[in-house]
């Protein structure tokens, strides 16, 4: 494989991750096939360190270290383990942990409902959040989806199927633009549309 192959491989790679368009993966790699400062090599170590040492949580699809699953917001005898906050992607349990504004357990989707995108109920992790609210007697699930027109039918979808689980289901207040993410929320914002949830 000659240079340009090598270095066309991992522009490919990169422009896969969120945000990193391809002109953006170009001039990383780029950068880093110069790299004369120890980037490259600590780029790599933190990519090996994280394959070999990092996972999603067993329970609620965090990431958190192989050793510790599940993950330290699933074990906390001091959070609710009768509130679930139901999220999309796990960078949505960072941002709302770190608004300081629910304190209970998380549960991470791993996307929304996307038909276009072959994303059907069975992608989910729908299947999971039941069993959590059976096995964990659960009270009640906060849903904080992003407000667009997935995000509203991925969380109509789940209101609908716990309906007949007696538990008291909610979403998090449209403080949050329309269309937006919950990851790109400040704290304040989520912590306001936490607290002024309503039911569905």
């Known amino acids: 494989m000659n240079a340009s192959e090598i270095l066309n491989r991992l522009v490919l790679c990169l422009a896969k991750l969120p945000g990193v368009g391809r002109r953006s993966a170009e001039r990383m790699a780029l950068k880093l096939a110069r790299d004369n400062n120890g980037l490259l090599d600590e780029l790599v170590a933190s990519l090996r360190g994280m394959h070999e040492k990092i996972c999603c949580c067993s329970r609620c699809g965090s990431v958190t270290a192989i050793d510790e699953n599940p993950c330290r917001l699933c074990t906390d005898p001091g959070r609710d383990a009768k509130v679930l906050c139901v999220v999309e ?14 304190h209970g357990r998380y549960h991470a989707l791993m996307g929304k409902l996307a038909p276009s995108r072959g994303n059907g109920p069975l992608q989910l992790r ?12 659960i009270e009640e699930i906060i849903l ?4 667009d027109v997935e995000g509203d039918a991925t969380a ?13 289901v909610t979403r998090i207040a449209s403080g949050l633009p329309a269309g937006s993410g919950i990851m790109y929320s400040d704290a304040l914002t989520l912590s306001k549309a936490i607290r002024g949830r309503q039911g569905m």
Do not use: M
């Open 89 to 102: 992607d796990p960078s949505d349990i960072l941002a709302i942990d770190k608004s300081g504004g629910f």
């Open 126 to 137: 729908i299947d999971s959040l039941l069993g959590r609210v059976e096995n964990e007697k």
């Open 144 to 147: 904080a989806l992003s407000t």
């Open 156 to 168: 109509s979808y789940i209101a609908e199927v716990l309906k007949e689980k007696r538990v008291k």
